[in-house]
Protein backbone atom coordinates (compact mmCIF):
# COMPACT_ATOMS: atom_id res chain seq x y z
CA UNK A 1 0.00 0.00 0.00
CA UNK A 2 3.15 2.07 0.53
CA UNK A 3 3.89 3.39 -2.78
CA UNK A 4 0.27 3.01 -4.25
CA UNK A 5 -1.19 6.36 -5.89
CA UNK A 6 -3.01 8.67 -3.87
CA UNK A 7 -6.78 9.06 -5.39
CA UNK A 8 -8.50 11.42 -2.65
CA UNK A 9 -6.07 14.64 -1.15
CA UNK A 10 -7.57 16.62 1.96
CA UNK A 11 -5.40 18.67 2.56
CA UNK A 12 -5.32 21.31 5.75
CA UNK A 13 -9.13 21.61 5.30
CA UNK A 14 -11.21 24.57 8.05
CA UNK A 15 -14.73 24.94 8.19
CA UNK A 16 -16.49 27.19 9.91
CA UNK A 17 -20.37 28.61 9.83
CA UNK A 18 -20.26 31.56 10.77
CA UNK A 19 -18.28 32.41 14.64
CA UNK A 20 -19.03 28.27 14.93
CA UNK A 21 -15.59 26.43 14.28
CA UNK A 22 -16.71 22.55 12.43
CA UNK A 23 -13.64 21.24 10.85
CA UNK A 24 -10.15 22.09 11.53
CA UNK A 25 -7.06 21.71 10.05
CA UNK A 26 -8.03 18.25 8.63
CA UNK A 27 -5.48 16.32 6.64
CA UNK A 28 -5.67 12.88 5.19
CA UNK A 29 -5.38 11.28 1.69
CA UNK A 30 -7.30 7.85 0.67
CA UNK A 31 -4.60 6.11 -1.52
CA UNK A 32 -5.88 3.41 -4.42
CA UNK A 33 -8.03 0.76 -3.80
CA UNK A 34 -8.05 1.56 -0.14
CA UNK A 35 -11.08 1.53 2.14
CA UNK A 36 -10.98 4.59 4.42
CA UNK A 37 -13.61 4.93 7.05
CA UNK A 38 -14.05 7.90 9.04
CA UNK A 39 -15.32 7.72 11.93
CA UNK A 40 -16.67 10.25 14.26
CA UNK A 41 -19.37 10.91 17.33
CA UNK A 42 -22.78 12.20 15.59
CA UNK A 43 -22.90 16.17 14.76
CA UNK A 44 -18.90 15.84 14.79
CA UNK A 45 -18.69 17.33 11.19
CA UNK A 46 -18.52 14.26 9.46
CA UNK A 47 -21.39 15.01 7.09
CA UNK A 48 -19.61 18.83 6.37
CA UNK A 49 -16.60 16.88 5.90
CA UNK A 50 -18.19 14.74 2.98
CA UNK A 51 -20.02 17.60 1.41
CA UNK A 52 -16.77 19.67 0.89
CA UNK A 53 -15.23 16.37 -0.49
CA UNK A 54 -18.37 15.68 -2.72
CA UNK A 55 -18.03 19.20 -4.09
CA UNK A 56 -21.72 20.08 -2.40
CA UNK A 57 -20.07 22.80 -0.48
CA UNK A 58 -16.67 25.09 -1.43
CA UNK A 59 -13.87 24.93 0.81
CA UNK A 60 -13.24 28.06 2.65
CA UNK A 61 -9.71 26.80 3.51
CA UNK A 62 -7.47 24.47 2.48
CA UNK A 63 -7.57 21.82 -0.37
CA UNK A 64 -9.47 18.67 -1.81
CA UNK A 65 -8.11 16.96 -4.84
CA UNK A 66 -9.45 13.82 -6.58
CA UNK A 67 -6.76 12.26 -8.61
CA UNK A 68 -5.28 15.53 -9.30
CA UNK A 69 -8.27 17.68 -9.80
CA UNK A 70 -9.23 20.52 -7.34
CA UNK A 71 -12.68 20.49 -6.31
CA UNK A 72 -12.66 24.06 -6.82
CA UNK A 73 -12.92 22.91 -10.14
CA UNK A 74 -16.77 22.48 -10.18
CA UNK A 75 -18.11 20.36 -13.18
CA UNK A 76 -15.28 18.52 -14.01
CA UNK A 77 -14.26 16.81 -10.22
CA UNK A 78 -17.95 16.00 -9.66
CA UNK A 79 -17.11 13.77 -13.28
CA UNK A 80 -14.49 12.07 -10.23
CA UNK A 81 -16.70 11.36 -8.03
CA UNK A 82 -19.81 8.83 -7.13
CA UNK A 83 -21.95 9.22 -3.48
CA UNK A 84 -23.94 7.05 -1.97
CA UNK A 85 -26.01 9.22 0.99
CA UNK A 86 -28.19 7.88 3.68
CA UNK A 87 -30.94 7.62 1.97
CA UNK A 88 -31.18 5.80 -1.52
CA UNK A 89 -32.79 9.30 -2.91
CA UNK A 90 -34.25 7.52 -5.65
CA UNK A 91 -36.61 9.51 -8.25
CA UNK A 92 -39.31 7.75 -7.47
CA UNK A 93 -41.11 8.47 -11.50
CA UNK A 94 -38.11 6.71 -12.89
CA UNK A 95 -37.67 2.88 -12.85
CA UNK A 96 -34.44 1.31 -11.47
CA UNK A 97 -32.57 1.36 -14.76
CA UNK A 98 -33.29 4.76 -15.49
CA UNK A 99 -32.54 5.88 -12.04
CA UNK A 100 -28.97 4.04 -12.41
CA UNK A 101 -28.60 5.89 -15.50
CA UNK A 102 -29.58 9.20 -14.22
CA UNK A 103 -25.77 10.51 -13.51
CA UNK A 104 -25.53 10.03 -17.49
CA UNK A 105 -28.27 11.84 -18.53
CA UNK A 106 -27.83 15.09 -16.54
CA UNK A 107 -24.47 15.30 -18.22
CA UNK A 108 -25.69 14.98 -21.82
CA UNK A 109 -28.33 14.44 -24.50
CA UNK A 110 -28.58 11.07 -25.14
CA UNK A 111 -27.49 7.93 -22.97
CA UNK A 112 -25.63 6.10 -25.29
CA UNK A 113 -26.07 1.95 -25.80
CA UNK A 114 -22.58 1.16 -24.00
CA UNK A 115 -23.65 3.22 -21.21
CA UNK A 116 -27.04 1.36 -20.83
CA UNK A 117 -25.00 -1.84 -20.72
CA UNK A 118 -22.86 -0.50 -17.74
CA UNK A 119 -26.01 0.71 -15.85
CA UNK A 120 -27.48 -2.85 -16.39
CA UNK A 121 -23.97 -4.32 -15.41
CA UNK A 122 -24.18 -2.36 -12.38
CA UNK A 123 -27.35 -3.31 -11.21
CA UNK A 124 -26.39 -7.24 -11.90
CA UNK A 125 -23.40 -6.14 -9.33
CA UNK A 126 -25.51 -5.12 -6.90
CA UNK A 127 -27.69 -8.12 -7.55
CA UNK A 128 -30.95 -6.38 -9.12
CA UNK A 129 -30.92 -7.05 -12.89
CA UNK A 130 -34.22 -8.24 -12.57
CA UNK A 131 -35.74 -5.41 -11.06
CA UNK A 132 -34.71 -3.43 -13.73
CA UNK A 133 -37.93 -2.24 -14.88
CA UNK A 134 -39.27 -2.11 -10.97
CA UNK A 135 -40.11 1.30 -9.69
CA UNK A 136 -38.39 2.67 -5.84
CA UNK A 137 -41.78 2.19 -4.70
CA UNK A 138 -41.74 -1.59 -5.57
CA UNK A 139 -38.58 -2.47 -3.69
CA UNK A 140 -37.33 -3.18 -0.18
CA UNK A 141 -35.28 -0.40 1.87
CA UNK A 142 -32.11 -2.24 1.37
CA UNK A 143 -32.72 -2.64 -2.73
CA UNK A 144 -33.01 0.96 -3.02
CA UNK A 145 -29.98 1.65 -1.13
CA UNK A 146 -28.67 -1.48 -3.86
CA UNK A 147 -30.06 0.85 -6.58
CA UNK A 148 -28.32 4.09 -5.27
CA UNK A 149 -25.04 2.09 -5.18
CA UNK A 150 -25.85 0.90 -8.31
CA UNK A 151 -26.15 4.79 -9.77
CA UNK A 152 -22.84 5.59 -7.57
CA UNK A 153 -21.15 3.48 -9.33
CA UNK A 154 -22.25 3.09 -13.01
CA UNK A 155 -19.94 6.23 -14.25
CA UNK A 156 -17.15 4.05 -12.69
CA UNK A 157 -15.79 7.11 -10.23
CA UNK A 158 -12.26 7.13 -9.35
CA UNK A 159 -13.60 7.46 -5.47
CA UNK A 160 -16.83 6.14 -4.22
CA UNK A 161 -17.84 8.13 -1.49
CA UNK A 162 -20.69 6.39 0.99
CA UNK A 163 -22.45 9.06 3.60
CA UNK A 164 -23.48 6.32 6.29
CA UNK A 165 -24.96 4.57 4.02
CA UNK A 166 -26.64 1.30 5.78
CA UNK A 167 -27.97 3.85 8.40
CA UNK A 168 -31.97 2.57 9.08
CA UNK A 169 -31.99 -0.43 7.94
CA UNK A 170 -32.02 -3.57 10.12
CA UNK A 171 -28.88 -5.33 11.39
CA UNK A 172 -29.51 -8.70 9.33
CA UNK A 173 -29.72 -6.35 5.84
CA UNK A 174 -27.15 -4.28 6.76
CA UNK A 175 -24.56 -6.59 7.46
CA UNK A 176 -25.41 -8.29 4.01
CA UNK A 177 -24.89 -5.20 2.41
CA UNK A 178 -21.49 -4.60 3.99
CA UNK A 179 -20.49 -7.71 2.26
CA UNK A 180 -21.80 -7.36 -0.91
CA UNK A 181 -20.07 -4.11 -0.92
CA UNK A 182 -16.59 -5.12 0.21
CA UNK A 183 -17.18 -8.07 -2.16
CA UNK A 184 -18.42 -5.37 -5.22
CA UNK A 185 -14.93 -3.66 -4.03
CA UNK A 186 -13.01 -7.01 -4.29
CA UNK A 187 -14.62 -7.40 -7.60
CA UNK A 188 -14.58 -3.61 -9.23
CA UNK A 189 -11.18 -2.92 -7.44
CA UNK A 190 -12.71 0.53 -6.00
CA UNK A 191 -11.42 3.09 -3.52
CA UNK A 192 -13.73 3.90 -1.27
CA UNK A 193 -14.16 6.71 1.56
CA UNK A 194 -17.06 5.87 3.62
CA UNK A 195 -18.26 7.59 6.49
CA UNK A 196 -19.90 5.74 9.78
CA UNK A 197 -20.37 6.60 13.44
CA UNK A 198 -20.87 2.91 13.67
CA UNK A 199 -17.34 1.54 15.60
CA UNK A 200 -17.49 -2.35 14.18
CA UNK A 201 -18.65 -1.36 11.26
CA UNK A 202 -15.57 0.33 10.41
CA UNK A 203 -13.29 -2.45 12.07
CA UNK A 204 -15.15 -4.85 9.63
CA UNK A 205 -14.74 -2.93 6.13
CA UNK A 206 -11.52 -0.62 6.54
CA UNK A 207 -7.91 -0.35 5.59
CA UNK A 208 -7.80 2.75 7.78
CA UNK A 209 -9.96 4.42 10.32
CA UNK A 210 -9.55 8.35 10.84
CA UNK A 211 -10.77 9.18 13.85
CA UNK A 212 -12.18 12.33 14.13
CA UNK A 213 -12.97 14.12 17.78
CA UNK A 214 -15.89 16.48 19.12
CA UNK A 215 -16.10 20.07 18.03
CA UNK A 216 -14.30 21.83 16.42
CA UNK A 217 -13.40 18.57 14.69
CA UNK A 218 -9.64 17.93 13.89
CA UNK A 219 -7.72 13.99 13.13
CA UNK A 220 -7.88 12.52 16.61
CA UNK A 221 -6.12 9.29 15.02
CA UNK A 222 -5.55 7.36 12.27
CA UNK A 223 -5.78 3.58 13.10
CA UNK A 224 -4.77 0.68 10.46
CA UNK A 225 -6.73 -2.36 10.57
CA UNK A 226 -4.02 -4.80 9.57
CA UNK A 227 -6.15 -8.36 8.83
CA UNK A 228 -7.15 -9.90 6.05
CA UNK A 229 -10.45 -10.33 4.54
CA UNK A 230 -13.31 -12.05 5.10
CA UNK A 231 -12.79 -10.89 8.50
CA UNK A 232 -14.76 -12.15 11.54
CA UNK A 233 -17.08 -9.54 13.11
CA UNK A 234 -16.15 -10.39 16.88
CA UNK A 235 -12.39 -11.60 16.71
CA UNK A 236 -10.36 -10.84 19.51
CA UNK A 237 -8.06 -7.79 17.22
CA UNK A 238 -11.28 -6.37 16.45
CA UNK A 239 -13.05 -5.92 20.09
CA UNK A 240 -9.43 -5.00 21.36
CA UNK A 241 -9.84 -2.42 18.24
CA UNK A 242 -13.22 -1.42 19.61
CA UNK A 243 -12.64 -0.96 22.89
CA UNK A 244 -9.56 1.37 21.91
CA UNK A 245 -11.70 3.32 19.60
CA UNK A 246 -14.45 4.07 22.20
CA UNK A 247 -11.84 5.02 25.09
CA UNK A 248 -10.85 8.15 22.21
CA UNK A 249 -14.13 8.91 21.76
CA UNK A 250 -14.63 8.75 25.63
CA UNK A 251 -11.66 11.45 26.28
CA UNK A 252 -13.71 13.86 24.36
CA UNK B 1 -69.21 -5.59 -10.49
CA UNK B 2 -68.64 -2.93 -13.59
CA UNK B 3 -71.93 -4.66 -14.81
CA UNK B 4 -73.84 -3.54 -11.62
CA UNK B 5 -72.52 -0.05 -11.54
CA UNK B 6 -73.29 0.29 -15.24
CA UNK B 7 -76.79 -1.01 -14.60
CA UNK B 8 -77.37 1.63 -11.76
CA UNK B 9 -75.90 4.78 -13.91
CA UNK B 10 -78.55 3.71 -16.69
CA UNK B 11 -81.13 3.34 -14.13
CA UNK B 12 -80.05 7.09 -13.02
CA UNK B 13 -80.65 8.38 -16.24
CA UNK B 14 -83.47 7.03 -16.97
CA UNK B 15 -84.91 8.33 -13.80
CA UNK B 16 -83.27 11.84 -14.90
CA UNK B 17 -85.06 11.60 -18.18
CA UNK B 18 -88.44 10.47 -16.81
CA UNK B 19 -87.81 13.42 -13.87
CA UNK B 20 -87.46 15.91 -16.66
CA UNK B 21 -90.62 14.83 -18.90
CA UNK B 22 -92.48 14.70 -16.22
CA UNK B 23 -92.21 18.63 -15.40
CA UNK B 24 -91.88 19.38 -18.87
CA UNK B 25 -95.45 17.14 -19.46
CA UNK B 26 -97.20 18.73 -16.06
CA UNK B 27 -95.67 22.49 -16.27
CA UNK B 28 -96.91 22.48 -19.95
CA UNK B 29 -94.43 25.24 -20.49
CA UNK B 30 -93.01 26.46 -23.96
CA UNK B 31 -90.13 27.47 -22.34
CA UNK B 32 -89.82 23.98 -20.55
CA UNK B 33 -88.86 21.88 -23.36
CA UNK B 34 -89.44 18.02 -23.26
CA UNK B 35 -86.53 15.58 -23.62
CA UNK B 36 -87.65 14.84 -27.12
CA UNK B 37 -87.81 18.17 -27.90
CA UNK B 38 -84.39 19.11 -27.30
CA UNK B 39 -83.34 15.59 -28.37
CA UNK B 40 -84.97 16.96 -31.95
CA UNK B 41 -83.11 20.35 -31.11
CA UNK B 42 -80.12 18.61 -31.27
CA UNK B 43 -80.26 16.31 -34.26
CA UNK B 44 -81.24 20.04 -36.31
CA UNK B 45 -77.86 21.48 -34.88
CA UNK B 46 -75.40 17.94 -35.43
CA UNK B 47 -76.65 17.96 -39.07
CA UNK B 48 -76.14 21.75 -39.58
CA UNK B 49 -72.34 22.51 -40.74
CA UNK B 50 -72.27 25.53 -38.96
CA UNK B 51 -72.67 24.23 -35.60
CA UNK B 52 -68.96 22.50 -35.76
CA UNK B 53 -67.68 26.16 -37.09
CA UNK B 54 -68.76 27.58 -33.85
CA UNK B 55 -67.74 24.22 -31.85
CA UNK B 56 -64.42 24.71 -33.67
CA UNK B 57 -63.75 28.33 -32.94
CA UNK B 58 -64.74 28.14 -29.11
CA UNK B 59 -62.20 24.66 -29.28
CA UNK B 60 -59.36 26.90 -30.77
CA UNK B 61 -60.67 30.30 -28.54
CA UNK B 62 -60.25 27.75 -24.90
CA UNK B 63 -57.01 26.20 -26.13
CA UNK B 64 -55.24 29.68 -26.68
CA UNK B 65 -56.88 30.76 -23.16
CA UNK B 66 -55.29 27.50 -21.74
CA UNK B 67 -52.11 27.87 -23.38
CA UNK B 68 -51.56 31.45 -22.30
CA UNK B 69 -53.27 31.26 -18.52
CA UNK B 70 -51.02 28.19 -17.90
CA UNK B 71 -47.74 29.64 -19.07
CA UNK B 72 -48.65 32.38 -16.70
CA UNK B 73 -49.82 30.43 -13.92
CA UNK B 74 -46.65 28.41 -14.40
CA UNK B 75 -44.00 30.97 -14.52
CA UNK B 76 -45.61 32.77 -11.47
CA UNK B 77 -46.02 29.36 -9.52
CA UNK B 78 -42.39 28.64 -10.43
CA UNK B 79 -41.00 32.16 -9.18
CA UNK B 80 -42.57 32.14 -5.86
CA UNK B 81 -40.12 29.52 -5.13
CA UNK B 82 -36.58 31.70 -6.19
CA UNK B 83 -37.97 35.38 -4.64
CA UNK B 84 -39.93 36.31 -1.78
CA UNK B 85 -40.85 39.36 -3.36
CA UNK B 86 -42.68 37.43 -5.76
CA UNK B 87 -43.85 34.62 -3.30
CA UNK B 88 -45.35 37.30 -1.21
CA UNK B 89 -47.07 39.39 -4.35
CA UNK B 90 -48.52 36.18 -5.28
CA UNK B 91 -49.75 35.03 -1.85
CA UNK B 92 -51.30 38.75 -0.62
CA UNK B 93 -52.67 40.22 -4.06
CA UNK B 94 -52.45 38.08 -7.20
CA UNK B 95 -54.24 35.08 -5.92
CA UNK B 96 -56.61 36.23 -3.01
CA UNK B 97 -58.06 39.10 -6.32
CA UNK B 98 -58.02 36.66 -9.11
CA UNK B 99 -59.73 33.78 -7.34
CA UNK B 100 -62.39 36.06 -5.87
CA UNK B 101 -63.15 38.05 -8.98
CA UNK B 102 -66.25 36.63 -10.85
CA UNK B 103 -65.20 35.18 -14.73
CA UNK B 104 -68.29 37.10 -15.72
CA UNK B 105 -66.94 40.77 -14.22
CA UNK B 106 -63.44 39.62 -16.24
CA UNK B 107 -65.84 38.68 -19.47
CA UNK B 108 -67.58 42.34 -18.82
CA UNK B 109 -64.26 44.28 -18.59
CA UNK B 110 -62.50 42.95 -21.32
CA UNK B 111 -65.99 43.42 -23.78
CA UNK B 112 -65.77 46.81 -22.94
CA UNK B 113 -61.97 47.12 -23.64
CA UNK B 114 -61.67 44.83 -26.70
CA UNK B 115 -64.76 44.95 -27.77
CA UNK B 116 -66.24 41.63 -29.71
CA UNK B 117 -63.42 39.60 -30.60
CA UNK B 118 -61.56 36.76 -30.21
CA UNK B 119 -59.25 38.66 -27.59
CA UNK B 120 -62.33 38.86 -24.70
CA UNK B 121 -62.92 35.26 -24.48
CA UNK B 122 -59.59 34.45 -24.88
CA UNK B 123 -58.48 36.97 -22.03
CA UNK B 124 -61.12 35.52 -19.88
CA UNK B 125 -59.97 32.16 -19.91
CA UNK B 126 -56.85 33.25 -18.99
CA UNK B 127 -57.38 35.13 -16.29
CA UNK B 128 -59.84 32.39 -14.96
CA UNK B 129 -57.13 29.72 -15.63
CA UNK B 130 -54.16 31.12 -14.25
CA UNK B 131 -54.96 30.99 -10.63
CA UNK B 132 -55.36 27.26 -11.05
CA UNK B 133 -51.99 26.78 -12.89
CA UNK B 134 -50.22 29.12 -10.41
CA UNK B 135 -51.42 27.96 -7.01
CA UNK B 136 -50.87 23.85 -7.62
CA UNK B 137 -47.51 24.82 -9.01
CA UNK B 138 -46.88 26.83 -6.33
CA UNK B 139 -47.58 23.89 -4.03
CA UNK B 140 -45.70 21.45 -5.84
CA UNK B 141 -42.48 24.06 -5.47
CA UNK B 142 -43.15 23.72 -1.59
CA UNK B 143 -43.47 20.25 -1.61
CA UNK B 144 -40.42 19.53 -4.06
CA UNK B 145 -38.14 17.39 -2.31
CA UNK B 146 -34.26 19.33 -2.19
CA UNK B 147 -32.17 15.87 -1.26
CA UNK B 148 -33.36 14.94 -4.94
CA UNK B 149 -31.85 18.06 -6.40
CA UNK B 150 -28.95 17.72 -3.61
CA UNK B 151 -28.37 14.07 -5.43
CA UNK B 152 -28.60 14.93 -8.71
CA UNK B 153 -26.20 18.17 -8.12
CA UNK B 154 -23.31 15.80 -7.00
CA UNK B 155 -22.99 14.73 -10.50
CA UNK B 156 -23.37 17.28 -12.49
CA UNK B 157 -23.26 21.76 -12.13
CA UNK B 158 -25.58 22.10 -15.35
CA UNK B 159 -28.80 23.74 -13.00
CA UNK B 160 -31.24 23.90 -16.71
CA UNK B 161 -30.69 19.53 -16.70
CA UNK B 162 -31.25 19.48 -13.27
CA UNK B 163 -34.56 21.72 -13.97
CA UNK B 164 -35.35 19.13 -16.52
CA UNK B 165 -34.77 15.80 -14.97
CA UNK B 166 -35.70 16.20 -11.80
CA UNK B 167 -37.23 19.51 -10.89
CA UNK B 168 -39.86 19.75 -13.49
CA UNK B 169 -41.05 15.67 -13.10
CA UNK B 170 -41.96 16.55 -9.60
CA UNK B 171 -43.90 19.05 -10.60
CA UNK B 172 -45.84 16.89 -13.16
CA UNK B 173 -48.76 15.72 -10.51
CA UNK B 174 -49.32 19.23 -9.82
CA UNK B 175 -49.00 20.01 -13.17
CA UNK B 176 -51.66 17.59 -13.92
CA UNK B 177 -54.13 18.35 -11.68
CA UNK B 178 -54.15 22.14 -12.64
CA UNK B 179 -55.08 20.99 -15.79
CA UNK B 180 -57.39 18.94 -14.86
CA UNK B 181 -59.52 21.61 -13.25
CA UNK B 182 -58.16 24.36 -15.57
CA UNK B 183 -59.72 22.82 -18.59
CA UNK B 184 -62.94 22.33 -16.59
CA UNK B 185 -63.05 25.61 -15.47
CA UNK B 186 -61.83 27.50 -19.03
CA UNK B 187 -64.79 25.62 -21.19
CA UNK B 188 -66.95 27.28 -18.46
CA UNK B 189 -65.40 30.51 -18.88
CA UNK B 190 -64.98 30.22 -22.50
CA UNK B 191 -69.00 30.23 -22.83
CA UNK B 192 -68.96 33.46 -20.51
CA UNK B 193 -66.81 35.08 -22.71
CA UNK B 194 -68.60 34.37 -26.11
CA UNK B 195 -72.15 35.34 -24.65
CA UNK B 196 -70.83 38.50 -23.94
CA UNK B 197 -67.94 39.22 -26.14
CA UNK B 198 -68.20 37.25 -29.92
CA UNK B 199 -69.89 37.15 -32.89
CA UNK B 200 -69.26 33.52 -33.55
CA UNK B 201 -68.80 30.73 -30.74
CA UNK B 202 -71.25 27.89 -29.16
CA UNK B 203 -71.25 31.11 -26.40
CA UNK B 204 -72.67 33.20 -28.86
CA UNK B 205 -75.06 30.60 -30.14
CA UNK B 206 -76.46 29.93 -26.76
CA UNK B 207 -77.29 33.80 -26.64
CA UNK B 208 -78.77 34.01 -30.33
CA UNK B 209 -81.05 31.28 -28.98
CA UNK B 210 -81.63 32.68 -25.66
CA UNK B 211 -82.90 36.14 -27.30
CA UNK B 212 -85.13 34.18 -29.67
CA UNK B 213 -86.68 32.11 -27.05
CA UNK B 214 -85.68 29.30 -28.83
CA UNK B 215 -85.80 27.16 -25.05
CA UNK B 216 -84.78 23.74 -27.18
CA UNK B 217 -81.96 24.94 -28.78
CA UNK B 218 -80.79 25.66 -25.33
CA UNK B 219 -81.05 22.89 -23.94
CA UNK B 220 -79.43 21.20 -26.97
CA UNK B 221 -76.22 23.67 -27.00
CA UNK B 222 -75.87 22.92 -23.35
CA UNK B 223 -76.07 19.49 -24.35
CA UNK B 224 -73.02 20.23 -26.41
CA UNK B 225 -71.53 21.48 -23.99
CA UNK B 226 -71.67 19.02 -21.41
CA UNK B 227 -70.64 15.87 -23.99
CA UNK B 228 -67.41 17.37 -24.97
CA UNK B 229 -66.77 18.51 -21.50
CA UNK B 230 -67.68 14.76 -20.35
CA UNK B 231 -65.78 12.97 -23.11
CA UNK B 232 -62.47 15.28 -21.91
CA UNK B 233 -62.61 14.15 -18.59
CA UNK B 234 -63.50 10.40 -18.66
CA UNK B 235 -61.47 9.78 -21.93
CA UNK B 236 -58.95 11.63 -22.08
CA UNK B 237 -57.75 12.61 -18.05
CA UNK B 238 -58.21 8.76 -17.18
CA UNK B 239 -56.57 7.88 -20.24
CA UNK B 240 -53.45 10.45 -18.86
CA UNK B 241 -54.23 9.01 -15.27
CA UNK B 242 -53.73 5.31 -15.87
CA UNK B 243 -51.09 5.63 -18.10
CA UNK B 244 -48.94 7.83 -15.63
CA UNK B 245 -50.86 6.50 -12.30
CA UNK B 246 -47.95 4.11 -11.35
CA UNK B 247 -45.07 6.58 -11.77
CA UNK B 248 -47.15 9.61 -10.39
CA UNK B 249 -48.40 7.64 -7.54
CA UNK B 250 -45.39 8.11 -5.17
CA UNK B 251 -44.35 11.16 -6.35
CA UNK B 252 -46.89 13.32 -4.35
CA UNK B 253 -46.89 11.72 -0.84
CA UNK B 254 -43.16 12.50 -0.37
Known amino acids: ?252 | MAKNTWWKAALAIAAFIALWWFIAEVSHNRYFPTPLDTVKAFWDLMISPKTYNHIWLTFYRTIIGLLLGSTIGIILGISTKYSEFMDTIVRVIIYPLFQSFPPICWALVFVLWFGLSNVTPILTIMTVVAPFFMINIWEGMKDIDDTLIEMASTYTNKRFRILRKVILPMLYPYFFDASKSGVMTAWKAVILGELYGSIAGMGYMLNMAFKAYHMSQVFAWTMFFVIILVIFDKVFFNFIERKFVRKWKTVKSF
Not at chain 1, 80 to 99: A, C, M, S, Y
Not at chain 1, 156 to 184: A, C, F, R
Open chain 1, 1 to 252: MENSEVILKIDDVSFEYGKLKVLEQISFDVKKNETVCILGPSGCGKTTLLRLISGLATTQHGNVTVSGVSSSQGHDYKQHLGLVFQEPRLLPWRTTIDNVLIPFELNQDKVTEEQKEKGMQALKLVGLESFAENYSHELSGGMRQRVALARAIVTDPDILLLDEPLTGLDVHTKEELQDEILSLKEKTKRTMLWVTHDPQEAIYIADRIIVLSNRPTVVREIISVNEPYPRTRMSQNALDLEKRIRNLFSED
